[in-house]
């Protein structure tokens, strides 16, 4: 048995069979974690969905931006853009079913104890605070996860996209305390001194503005917890860092698309299939 947590699919369905197929992946016996970013700019994002729900338990996923830009959509909240695949999502006879079984999916999780240095290691699609403890992280995933889950969840889709609050206030509440809590683990990558978190800075640390650095450059507060494991950095340009491992590596900007396997934290790397993308986001 092995576990591979796999980098931003993004409907590369193509792309993540080759990569199984590269790992040998036996679905009787191995197990899939997804960093989230299933769907959306990639040709295959219905197929991608049907695929990953249809291994049931042998698959695990944290929803990413794009994951939640399909479930604001479905809802008709947020606006579409140019680049949007996912209106097949939307069109499927199965829609429904898929929707149901994305917006059941956390926004973080524990991985498993398979590997000495691996050790009680945390997924998330774009990182966590530094005041966050790990199981801070898996509370404030639950939060959303049950508005999600719940009756009122079509309401906060309309209530989702915004840049504010930036600043994490325990005594938040309502909307607020969610939209930033989705903010933190689906879209943030830079922070500032002052420990707001800029949404708009996308490319490598090193060109940022001398007042902004990476969120896993900020110190954190429970250091000895374990490595984090996250996506959504196409141009962060290295899998290692102080966090853990970043597995976004740009498929769908015809990059590669990658695996990490807990055992050995062996990484496995696959060429893009489908046609790149013209440009970085």
């Not at 997924?123 to 801070?136: K, N, P, R, V, Y």
């Amino acid at each position: 048995m092995a576990n591979y947590v796999i980098g931003d699919v993004q409907g590369c369905l193509d792309s993540l069979l080759k990569l199984l197929d590269k790992v040998q992946f036996n679905p009787q016996l191995d197990e899939l974690w997804f960093a989230g970013d299933l769907v959306n700019r990639g040709p295959k994002s219905r197929d991608t969905l049907r695929f990953v729900k249809s291994l049931g338990e042998r698959a695990h996923a944290v929803l990413g931006n794009h994951d939640l830009h399909l479930l604001a959509l479905w809802c008709n909240s947020g606006r579409s853009h140019e680049s949007d695949t996912i209106a097949e999502v939307v069109n499927a006879p199965d829609g429904q079913e898929l929707i149901d079984w994305l917006r059941s999916q956390p926004l973080a999780l524990r991985l498993p104890n398979v590997n000495h240095t691996l050790h009680n290691a945390l997924l998330t699609h774009a990182g966590i605070l530094a005041q966050w403890s790990f199981s801070d992280a898996v509370q404030l995933s639950g939060e959303v996860q049950q508005m999600l889950a719940g009756p009122e969840w079509k309401t906060f889709m309309a209530e989702l996209y915004g840049n504010k609050p930036n600043r994490w206030d325990p005594t938040l509440e309502g909307f607020d305390r969610l939209r930033l809590i989705v903010n933190v683990f689906t879209r943030m990558r830079m922070v500032r001194d002052d420990g707001k978190i800029d949404f708009k800075y996308k490319l490598e640390p090193a060109d940022a503005p001398p007042d902004l650095k990476p969120w896993f450059d900020t110190p954190r507060e429970f250091a000895n917890e374990g490595p984090i494991v996250f996506g959504h950095w196409s141009t962060l340009g290295a899998l290692k860092n102080k966090a853990g491992y970043c597995l976004d590596t740009g498929c769908v900007w015809g990059g590669q698309l990658t695996a990490l396997r807990l055992e050995d934290e062996a990484i496995i790397q696959v060429e893009a299939v489908e046609p790149p993308l013209p440009a970085i986001p």
